[in-house]
């Protein structure tokens, strides 16, 4: 696969996870516009693919809601908590047993730190989560890493509450390309 | 506030114009001693300017509205509004009856004129010392165009500012900011470029996708910025006005992002994070060749060029948390010169060498702060839920920041570096991440 099609693959994944998954995986928002630019020509490579029914074991719907897609970081920290490695397990297997997905990890900070270090925290912790997928048998080549620092928070208020929950990793999932 | 009236022999009008730049000879300043803050602003006037033809009328007052806003902006002069005026001035060139000043207090006096032929408009300025009874300093005249009337005006303010206190002004210059709409969840981020008042926005990107932390460089006359359009954090170079874009720093499987212009322009450092560590590099501009600076296994971020080009002042967490550090230019060893509680961010090098401005957070707070380039002296400026990423007026003596109140919208505030002069920079929405360009030619 050469890298223009790898990029396409992926940002075919961007754009699942911003039209399909507002909910779970709603950090890209926009109608799918954020994150690559209309005009560069990308927009060919975009394919739509259903999310499925969560009951169904092999759905990304599964994979989003009843795995999770995310897990969470302490206050500027990449390291993953028990609670973390446990879902992060379970998404091994599901991304073990489902190997046609391309996967993109997105690493997010809370709002309580500047824009650019969070910019690198989000990277931190990002390849914190594609390390350890990678550890349980997930092949690196599949995954890429996004940081998104503060900007795309889940929730957007100025208490413990969004920030808890805004300090995320959130391993995203492109319907149905191969490469 | 220490005030020294220097009073000159009075000197000879002396007009002539080329482009924006006035001709004259060199003005002895006047002093007033700005370094302390002032808690006392001097009274001034200005007066409509006098319109030397109809089409100038237009602009009478507002060129001395914006004069006026921009010298009362600094917190170092306070206006004696012209309905309190007794005088009028009818004339550029007739004597000044200074008496009817001194009435009202008036401690300086701006008179201007203005005349507009076809696009080409002429103004012209005086200051006197109201309270001696002389002028200070030469006429100058500025020539342009019309469309650039509010630049004129903000020659003349950094001529009378220059004149009063002997440093150099700040007004006209422009700053590159991030224009923010929509939800706070998702949010639509717009490079943009305004006056340093607010005025004349014009966009950059067309914010489908984000831009966040731009620079200008040191001539003004490119931007540099994070782009979030390949889908990941990559650094962006883009030409003013509205010229091209390009994409810089592209290595396979990292992010790029946090450049800054180095002072001659040719260079960026900037930061590249992969596999989960950030390190700075420096990219030649004209070769493209990149040099890494740093090699720690942690972030290294937010670099910033001393103004002799020797030093980078940097943000890093090697030592657990966020602390400011400073090496040279080329690489090497770095010193770490925050040792104060909280964390350290965001260090940026005051034009003038001195000062090194900073973000600090300590106890949930968030403070603007500057301290000496060896990390002495720090005095914080500001405290709020979130303030952060200070850049430096032109000459040194005013930061601006970005402050996003608790649960609300960020803006664009200005703060000068006694702590003083706290204000909102007026922008029509939510905005962030100014970053100050050259005083302009």
């Excluded at chain 2, 090497?332 to 005051?350: C, H, K, L």
């Excluded at chain 2, 003596?397 to 960020?410: I, L, W």
């Amino acid at each position: 696969m050469n890298l223009t099609t790898k990029s396409l693959l992926l940002l075919g994944a961007l754009a699942l996870a911003a039209c399909n998954n507002p909910r779970a995986g709603g950090t890209f928002g926009g109608g799918g516009a954020d994150g690559f630019g209309n005009d560069s020509g990308y927009g060919t490579g975009i394919s739509t693919g259903e999310l499925g029914d969560p009951n169904d074991p092999r759905s990304i719907a599964h994979f989003n809601q009843r795995i999770g897609d995310r897990v969470f970081f302490t206050v500027d920290s990449s390291s993953l908590t028990t609670e973390g490695r446990e879902t992060l397990n379970a998404q091994a297997r599901w991304l073990n047993s489902n190997p046609q997905y391309a996967i993109i990890v997105e690493g997010h900070a809370d709002e309580r730190g500047t824009r650019e270090y969070n910019v690198a925290l989000g990277e931190r912790r990002a390849n914190a989560v594609l390390q350890y997928l990678v550890s349980q048998g997930v092949s690196a080549g599949r995954m890429r890493t996004v940081s998104y620092g503060k900007e795309r928070p889940v929730e957007a208020c100025a208490a413990q509450r969004c920030w808890d929950i805004n300090r995320r990793s959130v391993t995203v999932i492109s319907g149905g390309l191969t490469g | 506030m220490k005030r020294i009236f220097q009073i000159l022999p009075a000197l000879a009008l002396a007009l002539a114009s080329v482009g924006m730049t006035p001709i004259t000879a060199q003005a002895q300043p006047l002093r007033l001693q700005i370094t302390e803050g002032v808690i006392d602003p001097m009274p001034i006037a200005v007066p409509a300017f006098v319109a030397e033809d109809s089409a100038g009328a237009r602009y009478t007052d507002a060129l001395a509205r914006v004069v006026v806003a921009n010298l009362t902006g600094t917190g170092l002069f306070r206006e004696v509004p012209p309905q309190a005026h007794i005088a009028r001035i009818t004339s550029f060139d007739a004597g000044i009856g200074f008496a009817d000043w001194r009435a009202v207090n008036v401690q300086a006096l701006i008179t201007g004129a203005v005349s507009v032929s076809g696009n080409r408009m002429n103004v012209k300025f005086r200051v006197y010392d109201v309270v001696s009874g002389q002028q200070l300093g030469q006429g100058l005249q500025f020539a342009g165009t019309e469309n650039d009337w509010r630049r004129m005006a903000h020659k003349v303010s950094d001529a009378v500012y220059n004149r009063i206190t002997g440093e150099d002004g700040y007004f006209d210059s422009r700053v590159v900011f991030i224009a923010e709409s929509g939800s706070r969840d998702n949010r639509s981020k717009r490079l943009a470029v305004m006056d340093q008042d607010g005025e004349n926005v014009q966009y950059l990107t067309d914010g489908r996708t984000l831009a966040i932390a731009p620079r200008m460089s040191p001539t003004g006359d490119r931007v540099v910025y994070t782009s979030y359009d390949s889908g990941s954090p990559r650094i962006a170079l883009l030409t003013l006005p509205g010229g091209q874009r390009q994409m810089l720093g592209d290595q396979q499987g990292a992010m790029t992002f946090s450049p800054r212009f180095a002072p001659d322009g040719q260079s960026l450092v900037y930061s590249l994070a992969r596999g989960g560590n950030t390190d700075l590099y420096r990219i030649d501009l004209r070769s493209g060749q990149q040099t890494q600076l740093t090699n720690s296994p942690s972030i290294a971020t937010a670099p910033s060029f001393s103004p002799d080009g020797r030093f980078i002042a940097f943000e890093s967490d090697r030592s657990g948390t966020s602390q400011i550090y400073v090496m040279p230019a080329s690489g090497g060893e770095a010193r770490r010169i925050s040792f104060g509680q909280g964390r350290y961010s965001t260090p940026v090098w005051s034009p003038r060498g001195d000062l090194i401005a900073f973000t600090k957070s300590n106890a949930g707070r968030f403070h603007i702060g500057v301290m000496r380039t060896d990390g002495s002296e720090e005095r914080l400026l500001t405290a709020s839920y979130l303030d952060e990423g200070p850049t430096w007026a032109p000459n040194g003596r005013v930061v601006m920041f970005t402050r996003e109140a608790q649960g609300g919208d960020p803006a664009i505030y200005s703060v000068d570096i006694t702590g003083r002069n706290l204000r909102r920079v007026p922008t029509q929405g939510p905005a962030s991440d100014p970053a100050w360009g050259p005083l302009r030619p």
